[in-house]
């Protein structure tokens, strides 16, 4: 796990000698031994998904060459039984292959606050979902939304955030609400 950096988050430190947890740990932290906040965002994913699978071992029984290879190839792990889609969802987020496209961990605070303000987003399980991809490449990638503000970005409508402001939807749960009327 990284340090804690005062003012950079964007900060690293080299780990040298040791041995480090493989199966816990971001693809670039092994390859360069570089720990960051973001290679912390994929460990937090990991641990995410052993409370959810109530302490099964991630990867588990593979040797950490496997996992090393399999991580490489796209492979992420599934999700726990009964676990909330929302919440596999943003452990996939936090196993991104790229660092930079991973949330910050204010970001996953923010999220997983709005989780608890409005818990029926949890209520939709895994084994609810017909036809849950196998792997995260038959997966339709949903981006994780923070803010109206990020949403509207992302499809190129931010010129309509003081619209959606002065119409009372502040929370991207409202939006999800919204009707014609």
């Given at each position: 796990?990284?340090?804690?950096?005062?003012?950079?988050?964007?900060?690293?430190?080299?780990?040298?000698?040791?041995?480090?947890?493989i199966?816990?740990?971001?693809?670039?932290?092994?390859?360069?031994?570089?720990?960051?906040?973001?290679?912390?965002?994929?460990?937090?994913?990991?641990?995410?998904?052993?409370?959810?699978?109530?302490?099964?071992?991630?990867?588990?029984?593979?040797?950490?060459?496997?996992?090393?290879?399999?991580?490489?190839?796209?492979?992420?792990?599934?999700?726990?039984?009964g676990?909330?889609?929302?919440?596999?969802?943003?452990?996939?987020?936090?196993?991104?292959?790229?660092?930079?496209?991973?949330?910050?961990?204010?970001?996953?605070?923010?999220?997983?606050?709005?989780?608890?303000?409005?818990?029926?987003?949890?209520?939709?399980?895994?084994?609810?979902?017909q036809?849950?991809?196998?792997?995260?490449?038959?997966?339709?990638?949903?981006?994780?939304?923070?803010?109206?503000?990020?949403?509207?970005?992302?499809?190129?409508?931010?010129?309509?955030?003081?619209?959606?402001?002065?119409?009372?939807?502040?929370?991207?749960?409202?939006?999800?609400?919204?009707?014609?009327?």
């Amino acid at each position: 796990m990284s340090r804690v950096f005062e003012d950079d988050t964007e900060a690293a430190y080299t780990a040298t000698g040791g041995k480090i947890p493989i199966r816990w740990t971001a693809p670039e932290a092994i390859a360069y031994g570089k720990c960051s906040t973001v290679s912390d965002v994929w460990s937090y994913g990991i641990v995410m998904w052993e409370v959810m699978s109530y302490g099964e071992r991630p990867y588990w029984e593979m040797s950490n060459q496997d996992v090393i290879l399999s991580i490489d190839e796209g492979y992420r792990l599934p999700a726990p039984m009964g676990c909330p889609v929302t919440l596999h969802q943003l452990m996939l987020h936090c196993w991104q292959k790229e660092s930079n496209q991973r949330p910050h961990f204010n970001n996953v605070l923010s999220f997983l606050d709005k989780l608890i303000v409005n818990p029926s987003s949890l209520l939709t399980l895994v084994n609810d979902v017909q036809s849950f991809p196998d792997s995260p490449e038959d997966m339709p990638d949903y981006p994780l939304f923070i803010s109206i503000g990020d949403w509207l970005d992302s499809i190129k409508m931010s010129q309509y955030k003081n619209n959606f402001l002065a119409a009372g939807y502040t929370t991207l749960d409202s939006i999800s609400t919204m009707s014609i009327e």
